[in-house]
């Protein structure tokens, strides 16, 4: 071909064009809109925003094409090559005032946004009829332009969102992903265009990777290059971090995890064009998330402990405070870091309702448990309704009001003969907990049913919502011994979710009818909510997938008869350390609350502090005496120790005896109520 030859396939340009216009994808809403601005018969402004990398200057040069291909004159101000100010700007835009028909097209005005009012006010007004003008940045527009009437027709905006799953699919196959490695893909980057870009160059690349494909540092800093850029400070840098690892960030959580100038740093939160707002708080575009997450780990793995456990420590505590409508959300907000240690993603906020039942849904309930698990499976529903009406709950769709599921939370101190023969699954329950580790006194067992009408069955968002339920009964309820979640012919997947949340499932399986239930049991003495919970931050700070239950040791669950003589056991033994790592008491609630020690030397500190703690009560104050002098002292025999108190044996040792009868009531109460739990 002759260098004079006009066919421009040979140039780079050509090739250029031609490869962005393949992998441009979706988009149909936004190109119809600037269609109708382009044919006349939309605005004469349109303005389009979205987070860094969400395709604005694609989707403006696609503009351009269309523009061109309908003949008018196309002419592209980029905020990234100007500087900020009038006379430069109108010198680039100056052909919009020369032809009715121009396309004006302002890409990253977020560079130039100094220049809004101005462009509003000034500039925008001299345009002829019928030219069009597109302004693209990362920031919505002032609230000024919506505030004048003069803009109510002239004026479109359009936020840039994600690609549609079926556009970022397609993306991907022009990209040549291939087909293993794009649900890994998608699940990081989901219809974010550049990052999709960015992920599918690696995986073409890296093509054995597969679903084990994973976002590589070089992918993750150029994302956070593009999409957050310079930061004001580290305290900025934290804050956003905070945002993105919780699921939604309000100032008094942004407070407990940075407690300095948290009001300063949430009003620049809410300012981030990446970082948008709900009822609940401020929250991420989720590719900023994952990187920011992704970043954190690798770069500060402490740091991101730290973060992690303030967060944690707040989100807990909300669990704890919330009302009984309140808790389902704080339970999954505080699950929600653990989303890739098999916790949910996603909300599904808004999709399904939890209600309380009432006396008018119970006709629904049996017809509801009816048609998901038959006829007896009702009868126990309707005989249990009657006993423990509040233990039900009722799930509906929100849109329609239609109730799909319903839940029972069933509380068991102890079981009459009527009950035990109404419901085989309850008593299958209740005969495990009394062969296994009996209740103490004041404990309970809790026993979840579920009923769900079949399209909802299996992991879904009710379930999810259920679930959710479920953990925060578990994580408020004082002195529950056991907790058993009933299934009827689980899947696998739904068996290893359970599994997942320490519930493991026993061998028994009572029958309802014809049918057999898999009962998933957790002992809460053995396992508490406060180590449960540390397991699975252990899990998410070390990146395992294993269950919380797992690899936990287990409590001992000893009677009060057996906890008394393994205190005196103790006493005798206290001034050898070695002997009192056999003891049994190394593995109650009383020694683990004291996490970081060596548990013999744990034991022996909690033995010297409660003896020393009877000094604090006028009526214990013999009986610490003899306490002391026997068990602190190294006194070698009880007579000497009567001795050096100057007692009469018989009396010495009615105090000592009180002490320890003292002592072990105390450490009884503190082993099932916790260091600061009453009765």
Wanted: proline share 6%.
């Amino acid at each position: 071909m002759s260098s004079g030859s006009t066919d421009k396939s040979g140039l780079l340009g050509w090739r250029l064009r031609t490869a962005r216009e393949t992998a441009f994808v979706g988009r149909e809403e936004e190109l119809a809109v600037f269609g109708a601005a382009l044919y006349g018969g939309g605005c004469s402004v349109l303005y389009v925003h979205g987070p860094g990398g969400i395709g604005k200057s694609a989707l403006l040069r696609r503009f351009a094409h269309e523009g061109a291909a309908a003949g008018r004159p196309v002419s592209m101000v980029d905020g990234r090559s100007l500087e900020s100010s009038p006379v430069t700007f109108e010198a680039e835009a100056e052909l919009v005032f020369h032809d009715a028909d121009a396309v004006l097209l302002i890409d990253d005005f977020d560079r130039i946004q100094g220049l809004e009012g101005w462009l509003r006010e000034r500039f925008l007004p001299r345009v002829p009829m019928g030219a069009l003008v597109v302004i693209a940045g990362r920031n919505p527009p002032d609230m000024r332009w919506r505030a004048d009437p003069g803009w109510a027709g002239a004026l479109e905006v359009l936020p840039l969102r994600d690609l549609r799953a079926e556009d970022a699919r397609a993306l991907m196959v022009s990209s040549g992903v291939p087909e293993d490695s794009r649900e890994p893909l998608l699940a990081f980057a989901g219809g974010h265009p550049l990052a999709l870009l960015l992920g599918a160059a690696v995986a073409v690349k890296d093509g054995g990777a597969g679903r084990r494909w994973t976002p590589g540092q070089d992918v993750v800093a150029t994302l956070l290059d593009q999409l957050v850029g310079e930061l004001p400070s580290a305290a900025h840098r934290h804050a956003l971090e905070i945002c993105a690892h919780a699921y939604m960030t309000t100032e008094d959580l942004l407070r407990a995890a940075q407690p300095q100038d948290a009001g300063t740093l949430f009003q620049w939160l809410r300012r981030l064009p990446f970082v948008a707002s709900s009822s609940l708080g401020l929250f991420p575009h989720d590719v900023v998330r994952e990187v920011l997450e992704a970043d954190l780990r690798w770069r500060d793995p402490e740091g991101y402990a730290v973060m992690h456990e303030r967060i944690h420590t707040h989100l807990t505590e909300r669990v704890r405070a919330a009302s009984d409508a309140d808790v389902p959300g704080a339970v999954a907000a505080l699950l929600y870091p653990h989303r890739d240690n098999g916790a949910p993603a996603n909300f599904h906020e808004g999709e399904f309702q939890e209600e309380v039942l009432r006396e008018e849904d119970i006709g629904v309930l049996l017809r509801v448990a009816a048609t998901a698990e038959g006829a007896a499976s009702a009868r126990g529903a309707a005989f249990w309704a009657e006993r423990q009406p509040e233990a039900f709950r009722v799930y509906r769709r929100a849109e329609s009001g239609e109730p799909v599921a319903f839940s029972a939370w069933l509380r068991l101190a102890r079981l009459d003969e009527e009950e035990l023969a109404a419901d085989p699954i309850v008593a299958g329950a209740w005969a495990h907990a009394r062969a296994t580790a009996p209740m103490r006194a004041g404990e309970h067992v809790a026993v979840g049913r579920i009923w769900m009408l079949p399209p909802y069955q299996g992991i879904s968002p009710v379930m999810e919502l259920i679930k959710w339920r479920v953990i925060g009964n578990c994580l408020r309820t004082e002195r529950m011994a056991w907790s058993y979640v009933a299934a009827r012919r689980p899947s696998q997947a739904w068996a290893d979710h359970l599994r997942h949340y320490g519930m493991r499932d026993i061998s028994e399986q009572p029958r309802l009818g014809d049918d057999a239930y898999t009962l998933f049991v957790h002992d809460w003495r053995a396992v508490p909510a406060r180590a449960w919970l540390e397991r699975m931050n252990r899990l998410l700070v070390a990146g395992s997938t294993e269950a919380p239950g797992a690899a936990t040791a287990e409590l001992a669950v000893l009677s009060r008869a057996e906890f008394a003589e393994a205190v005196r056991e103790a006493l005798r033994r206290l001034s050898r350390p070695d002997a009192l790592a056999a003891s049994p008491l190394r593995r109650t609630r009383l020694v683990a609350e004291r996490a970081g020690q060596d548990p013999a030397a744990a034991l022996g500190d909690l033995l010297r502090q409660a003896i020393d703690g009877l000094r604090e009560d006028p009526r214990s104050v013999k009986s610490h005496r003899a306490l002391s002098v026997t068990f602190l002292c190294g006194t070698p025999t009880r007579e000497l120790a009567a001795e050096r108190l100057g007692l009469p044996f018989t009396t010495y040792r009615r105090h000592l005896m009180a002490g320890i009868e003292r002592l072990c009531s105390d450490l009884w109460h503190r082993e099932l109520y916790g260091t600061h739990g009453s009765s």
